[in-house]
Structures are given as structure tokens and as C-alpha cells.
């Protein structure tokens, strides 16, 4: 029989083992990248471009903006108070006056010029600017932290894609592994390898499973440390979460530094308003002023080409109206009518014309005015002296009792036409009229003629050059002149008011609009700073709250890993805490996928370990079967055959004995070999070369832990049993001894089995696995005790049939067993063979 033989067998029953405990590993149906290619990846997406958020890029643009916007707004308003209020030379514009203008612009110049001092404009823009400062700051902070949370979340997916792509390449790694190894296993199990071929087998095997081992480690460290720089970038993306929504939530408040800054600019807008209100006042004020010296004007223009009443009366009412009214009366006068000059009584000084208007209560006004040439002269007792030719003009009011009495005068002594008699009788008194004026504030007029007469009928008291009546002294009515005029009195002439009225009022105009178009400027600058404001709140109420950064172009590598499913419970998580707690799942699902794998390797490898252990084993038990067998063969095929061979020719010959092979008594395999240990084909090819079979028996005794060593006595007492049958003494045979010494041998070759069993067993272990055994060949099917079963063992030639057997019954049989059966079968079969043949000599002889 050849070593190979029972190389074999081993061989088949240690590939049904490792097979039959093999554990699949959960891995999932995906295609990953090499491990070797992470870093290549995660670099190229660190040169990507940042992922940042457009809403806080758009509100710090806009902020910038408005910042910018109110800092112009800033300049311009203060430089525009400043030339108001104190003139700017290089810019021709001349300061406020509160004395600008006439009485029509007087309170709108005054309110306009309080506005310019105290309207808080510039502190408006710059408190605006503080403001805005503070926005500025909260957004740097939302983009420095939505930045952080981005990059935080970018880095959850990519550790989680990394350490999923681990582990697949670590189930990769060790299926492959797998599928190399039990290639090998076919050929170190295949009974048509050779020694060479299962030597370098076994060291293919060792490589591949080492490096699978080291492989394995590796990538598992480096998905240790993607899960802990996973919870890393959960923990500062939770933080940078909590920063960005708790900014973004201020920003947006009511109490928003935005919103502050937006009250500023509305307060500025508003009090700019107020100042553009009062210059816009001013001037429409300066522009009425404007449209009466230029009525003024071409009145004046007409009366001084025809030097006429009629003309003169125009340029007077012009003067009333745009001069007198305004500025001495009533600035708010309007619908201001005139009737034609009327004749008083004397048609000279009582003379006057009735102005009508609509006061600020649009009641009805009356006012009489008259005129005189200013180059009229005055001499008493005489009204028509040198009444003037010029033609400037004095216009002055007439009291309204200088129109009552001579109405007076006019009823009492009637119409007379302008005579020189008439003008002779006005002038020597004859026509006076008197006044006594009560103290209940009523008066009642008296005519000269009507004093005398009182006089003389004594209702009337003339004392002193006085008329009293009833204790009230009379007082003679003088008209209003040029010359004696109390109230109001304007000359065209040399009137310094009415001329700074006329030399001002175009100035004024044009004053006011400069200031007017600074402040539109201003105004313009504060309205575009408070539209930026505005469209900065726009932005900023833009800015996502509560932002879902774990996104489909996040996630887009975790396709290769992840089923749709899991995509989606992704992708619709709805918040980025929730998708993060999805990557943790995937990612656990990734490390029990790694932990797996790593597990079915270490089982590898310890198989991988007992297959190692088993061919060091085998190699030695088939060294020692060889020497039995050459044993057996020199002892048993050459004398006894040899013997019977001649039996026919030397019928009454004896056959001398074989010598009988020594029984090992001393199973120290130290005393037997000199304390060595032969472990190697080398040494114990060495051992057989040297030793007797009894030594070479027990060294296999050795590797079994001393309890193979009762295998010598076994087969020592089957070739002493062999010898004894052709060797007694003296032996002889004949034909029909042959025959039933054939049939002797066959019933020993049978039974030979049965004995060997406690011998192959030994003292120390038979003891302990006979009754294991016992129970075992009496639960196969069929099989009623030990020697039957151990029959139907011998006749089940293939050791992987046996561990079927075993897998379906559900009975466990320790692997040494196999390795005692696997010797018993060949020892079994040496025997067997030599003793038939043995018999088939005899039966020939």
C-alpha cells in the first residue's frame, strides 16, 4: 500500500470537516472600490469646490450692500446739514436764515431751519450703521457655522461611504480568501495529489489566509477610526447645527439687529421727509413771494410807461396782494378781490378801494387801501395841493371809520361835483365830520353844521374848541394819507422792506432749491439705504432654518452601497439629525457586515490550523504504516508464501520459523528513540531508515499523545499470528491443511479488526472514548453492537460517506476518531490482503 493512500483518506475527512462547519457571511450584493483607493477619493473631494449655502452668501451680499448704502447715506445727510446749516461756499450754497424771505415764507423758513438743527438724521444713519455691524458679525457666524455644519455633514457621508466601502472590501477580501482556500483544500483532500503538490497546497493555503488576516486587521483599524471620525463630525455638526439655527433665529426675530437697523433707517427716512417737507415748504412760500415781485414787477413795469391812476391803482392792488396781505395781514389769505378806486365825499382824501379775501377759516376779509404818488406834497387845509406826478406810488390802509364817515358826510350833506368852491369849502372845514367815541366802544358821528346847531340848542357843549356831548368829547375825522398814514404804508420808492421783498424772493427761490436738491439727494441715499435694509431682511428671511444638509449630491456615492430603499429613507429623512442617525444605522449594519467576515476568517484559519496539525499528523502515522508494511511484507509475503510455495515439493519438510517481532513494552517514545522528537518527513524517514517498526510506532505514538503506541503491539501481534500459522515449531502442510488453514486466515482477517480496536486505542485513551464509541456504532442504522458496526464501518470505504452518515444521524464524532478509524481501515486491509492471498497459495497449492 502506498503512503498516498491514506493521505488521502485524511485528507477527505478533514475537507468534510472544515465544510461541513463552514458559516456564510451576510454580505451584502454590492461593488465597492479597493481599500486602497479611499484616501485617492476623500482627496479628491477635499479639491471640490466648498458646499456653502446661497441664502447666506445672498444675505451677507446684501448686507454688504446696505452697510455700504447707509455709510453714503451717512455722508451725504451730514455734509447736507452742514451746508445748510452753515453754507457751503465751494458748493454756492448760502446757510438758512431764519429772516429769509418775506412774512409768507417766515414760519416755513423758521420750521425749516428748527428742522436742519434738530432732526436727528445723521444719528439715525449712523446708529443704522451700528446696527448693521452687528448683522454683519451674526451673519459671518451663520456662514462660518453653516460652512462647518456643511462640511460636517459632507464628512458624515463620506466616513460613512468609506467605512461601508471597508467593510465590502473586507467581505470581498475574505470570500476571496474563501474561494482560494477551499480550492486548496480540494487539492490537498484530492486523492490524486502527490506529497509535492499538497506540501505546496498547504503553504498557498497559509499565504493567502495570513495575508487575508493582515488585510483584514488593516482595513478593520481604519474602520475603527472612520467610526470614531464619524461621531467626530456628528458631534461638530450637531454644534455648528445649534450656532447656525440659533443665529438664524435671532436674526429673524422681532429684536434682530437687522430689524433695529431697518427702525433707524425708517426714523431717518421720516425725519428727512420732515426736513425736505419744511425746505419744500419754504420755497413754495419763497415761490409765492417769487410770483408777487414778479406781479409787482410788470405792474410796476406798465404804471411807470403810462403814469396813469388807472395803471398805478393795477400796481397798487399787485402790492397789496403779493406784499401787503402776506406779509402784514394775513399770509394765508386767499381769493383776494378788489373793487374799482371809489369816491369818498370829498373825492380826494376819502377816496379808496375795498379788498375782500378768504381768511385761513375762509371767512370774508374787508380792508380799504388808497394810494398816493410819493412825490405828493401836503399843506394844511388844503387836500388837492401839488398831488405828485410820479411814478412811484405809496399804497397805505385806510381805517375803516375814514370809509363810515364820509359815507356819513355823504348822507348827510349829499353829492357835490369837485369845484373849486366845493374844494374851498372842504379845505375851510365846512363839511367836517366828528366822532364821539362811548366808552362801550360804539362811536357815533356828528357833522360840523350838526355840533353848531347843537351847540346853540345846548344838547351839545363847546368848551375849550371841544364839542362834548353828553361828556364825551368830539374828535374830528382827518382822512388817511400818504402823509399822515399810522397803519400801513408802502412806498415803491424807498420802502426798504418792500424792496428786499423784491430783491430777495428770486434768490430765496433759487436758495431753497438747493437745498431742496441736497435733501432729494439725501432722501434718495436714505430711501435706497432703507430699500437695501429691507432687501436685506429679504435675504435673511431666506436663510433656511433648521437646513437638511444631508443631500442627494451627498449621498450620491453611497448608490454603489446602499439599496434604494435605504436612499430614500435617506434622502426623505426631513431633517439632518435624522439622516445622520440613518448613516449610523448603515454604518452599524457596515461594522456587523466587517465583524462577520472577520469572524469566518479566524474560523478559516483555525481550520486551516487543523489541517496543518492532522498532515503533520498523517505524514507521520504513514511513516510508521510504511515500515509496518515493509514489515509485514519481508515477514509475511516472503517466508510464509515462500514456504507454501515449496510446500508441494517439500511435503515432510519443516519450515523453519520466522523470527518473531519484538512487542514494544516501553511506549516512552523518549527511552525508545534517545529522548529525540522526529516531526518532520525528513527525520522520520530517518527513524524508519534506523529503527525497527516498534520504534517507528512509537514515535506516531508520540505525535497521539502517547496514545497511538498499542498500533506496534497490534501489528507485532498480527505478524506474530501470521508466523505462528506457517512456523510452529515445525509446520507442515498439506493440500487439504492448506485449505483449512485458508479458511483459518480468512475468519482472523475478519475478526482482526475487532481485537485491534482496544490495542489502537491504548490504555489512556480507550477507556475514555470506548463508551463514546460504543454509543456511536450503536446509533447507526441497522447496526445492533460494536463489532458489527465496526464491521460496517470497514465496509464503508469512504471516509467522507462515514461523515455524511454522521451529519444525518445528528451524532457528533470527535475528529480524532476519524484519524483511528482511518489506520484501523488501512491496518485492517494489510492484513486482510496478505492472509487472502495467503489463502489463494494454499488453496492453489
Request: aromatic content about 6%; overall charge negative.
Amino acid at each position: 500500500m502506498k503512503k498516498n493512500t491514506v493521505l488521502r483518506v485524511i485528507r477527505i475527512a478533514l475537507a468534510t470537516m472544515i465544510t461541513a462547519t463552514t458559516v456564510t457571511v451576510n454580505v451584502r450584493a454590492m461593488d465597492g472600490e479597493v481599500f486602497e483607493n479611499i484616501e485617492n477619493d476623500q482627496e479628491d473631494v477635499n479639491t471640490n469646490e466648498e458646499v456653502y449655502n446661497e441664502s447666506v452668501e445672498e444675505a451677507m451680499e446684501a448686507e454688504t450692500a446696505a452697510e455700504e448704502s447707509v455709510e453714503e447715506a451717512v455722508e451725504i445727510s451730514a455734509e447736507t446739514v452742514e451746508a445748510i446749516a452753515e453754507g457751503n461756499e465751494e458748493a454756492g450754497i448760502e446757510a438758512a436764515d431764519v429772516t429769509d424771505g418775506g412774512a409768507v415764507a417766515k414760519e416755513s423758513v423758521e420750521a425749516f431751519v428748527e428742522a436742519v438743527e434738530s432732526l436727528p438724521v445723521e444719528e439715525n444713519l449712523n446708529e443704522a450703521v451700528a446696527e448693521l455691524n452687528e448683522v454683519t458679525e451674526e451673519l459671518v457666524k451663520v456662514d462660518e457655522a453653516d460652512r462647518a455644519a456643511d462640511e460636517s455633514a459632507k464628512e458624515t457621508v463620506e466616513t460613512a461611504v468609506a467605512a461601508q466601502e471597508i467593510a465590502n472590501s473586507v467581505v470581498n477580501t475574505v470570500e476571496e480568501t474563501k474561494e482560494q482556500a477551499n480550492g486548496l483544500i480540494d487539492i490537498i483532500s484530492s486523492e490524486d495529489a502527490d506529497a509535492e503538490q499538497v506540501s505546496e497546497a498547504m503553504d498557498k493555503l497559509d499565504q493567502i489566509t495570513e495575508d487575508a488576516k493582515e488585510n483584514v486587521e488593516t482595513k478593520k483599524a481604519a474602520f475603527e477610526a472612520l467610526c470614531d471620525k464619524f461621531e467626530v463630525a456628528k458631534r461638530q455638526l450637531e454644534g455648528a447645527q445649534k450656532v447656525y439655527d440659533e443665529t438664524v433665529k435671532h436674526l429673524k426675530s422681532d429684536d434682530s439687529n437687522v430689524n433695529k437697523a431697518a427702525q433707524k433707517l425708517e426714523a431717518a427716512k421720516k425725519n428727512v421727509e420732515v426736513l425736505s417737507e419744511a425746505c419744500d415748504n419754504a420755497k413754495e412760500d419763497f415761490e409765492k413771494e417769487q410770483a408777487a415781485v414778479e406781479d409787482i414787477l410788470a405792474k410796476k413795469e406798465i404804471s411807470d410807461k403810462n403814469k396813469d391812476w388807472k395803471t398805478q391803482d393795477k400796481l397798487m392792488e399787485s402790492i397789496i396782494s403779493g406784499y401787503i396781505i402776506p406779509n402784514f395781514i394775513d399770509k394765508d389769505a386767499t381769493n383776494i378781490k378788489y373793487t374799482e378806486m371809489l369816491r369818498g365825499f370829498d373825492r380826494q382824501n376819502s377816496s379808496y378801494t375795498v379788498v375782500t379775501y378768504l381768511d385761513k377759516d375762509n371767512n370774508t376779509v374787508k380792508r380799504y387801501f388808497n394810494i398816493d404818488r410819493t412825490d405828493r406834497q401836503f399843506k394844511e387845509n388844503d387836500q388837492w395841493y401839488r398831488l405828485g406826478s410820479s411814478r412811484e406810488i405809496v399804497v397805505y390802509e385806510k381805517p375803516e371809520e375814514d370809509i363810515t364817515s364820509s359815507v356819513y358826510q355823504k348822507n348827510h350833506f349829499g353829492n357835490f361835483s369837485v369845484t373849486n368852491q366845493f374844494k374851498a369849502d372842504v379845505n375851510s372845514g365846512k363839511y367836517d365830520v366828528y366822532s364821539f367815541d362811548y366808552a362801550d366802544g360804539t362811536n357815533e358821528f356828528k357833522c360840523i353844521d350838526e355840533l353848531e346847531a347843537g351847540v346853540e340848542s345846548g344838547e351839545i357843549e363847546f368848551v375849550d374848541g371841544v364839542y362834548y356831548m353828553n361828556g364825551t368829547a368830539a374828535r374830528k375825522i382827518v382822512q388817511t394819507t400818504s402823509g399822515n398814514a399810522k397803519g400801513i404804508r408802502i412806498s415803491t420808492k424807498d420802502d426798504a422792506g418792500l424792496k428786499a421783498f423784491i430783491e430777495n424772493a428770486s434768490k430765496l427761490v433759487e436758495k431753497y432749491e438747493k437745498y431742496g436738491e441736497i435733501i432729494a439727494d439725501t432722501q434718495d441715499k436714505v430711501e435706497e439705504a432703507s430699500d437695501k435694509v429691507e432687501a436685506l431682511k429679504d435675504a435673511i428671511d431666506n436663510i433656511e432654518e433648521n437646513r437638511v444638509r444631508i443631500s442627494a449630491d451627498l449621498v450620491a456615492d453611497l448608490r454603489d452601497y446602499l439599496s434604494e430603499e435605504d436612499m430614500t429613507r435617506v434622502l426623505n429623512a426631513g431633517s439632518t439629525q435624522k439622516a445622520v442617525q440613518i448613516l449610523e444605522s448603515i454604518l452599524a449594519g457596515a461594522k456587523e457586515d466587517l465583524d462577520n467576515a472577520a469572524a469566518e476568517l479566524d474560523e478559516l484559519i483555525e481550520k486551516r490550523d487543523e489541517i496543518k496539525e492532522s498532515l503533520s499528523v498523517s505524514e507521520e502515522i504513514v511513516l510508521v504504516e510504511n515500515a509496518a508494511e515493509e514489515a509485514v511484507e519481508t515477514v509475511v509475503a516472503s517466508e510464509v508464501v515462500e514456504a507454501v510455495a515449496n510446500t508441494e515439493a517439500v511435503a515432510n519438510t519443516e519450515v523453519p520459523a520466522v523470527a518473531a517481532i519484538p512487542v514494544v513494552a516501553d511506549n516512552n517514545v523518549e527511552n525508545n528513540i534517545e529522548g529525540r522528537r522526529y516531526e518532520t518527513e525528513t527525520v522520520a524517514e530517518e527513524v524508519i531508515a534506523e529503527n525497527p517498526v516498534e520504534v517507528v510506532l512509537a514515535t506516531l505514538a508520540e505525535i497521539f499523545e502517547n496514545t497511538v503506541a498499542p498500533v506496534a503491539t497490534a501489528i507485532t501481534a498480527q505478524s506474530n499470528t501470521a508466523n505462528e500459522n506457517v512456523s510452529e515449531n515445525t509446520v507442515r502442510v498439506t493440500a487439504g491443511e492448506a485449505a483449512g488453514e485458508a479458511q483459518q486466515i480468512t475468519e482472523e482477517a475478519n475478526i482482526a479488526p475487532v481485537d485491534m480496536l482496544g490495542q489502537i486505542l491504548g490504555a489512556k485513551r480507550y477507556n475514555k472514548y470506548n463508551k463514546e464509541f460504543e454509543e456511536f456504532t450503536n446509533k447507526l442504522v441497522g447496526l445492533e453492537n460494536s463489532e458489527a458496526a465496526f464491521a460496517g464501518i470497514g465496509a464503508t470505504k469512504n471516509i467522507k460517506a462515514l461523515a455524511e452518515m454522521d451529519t444525518e444521524s445528528g451524532i457528533k464524532i470527535n475528529w480524532l476518531w476519524l484519524l483511528i478509524i482511518a489506520i484501523l481501515l488501512i491496518t485492517e486491509k494489510k492484513i486482510r490482503d496478505e492472509r487472502q492471498k495467503k489463502a489463494q497459495e494454499l488453496k492453489a497449492a
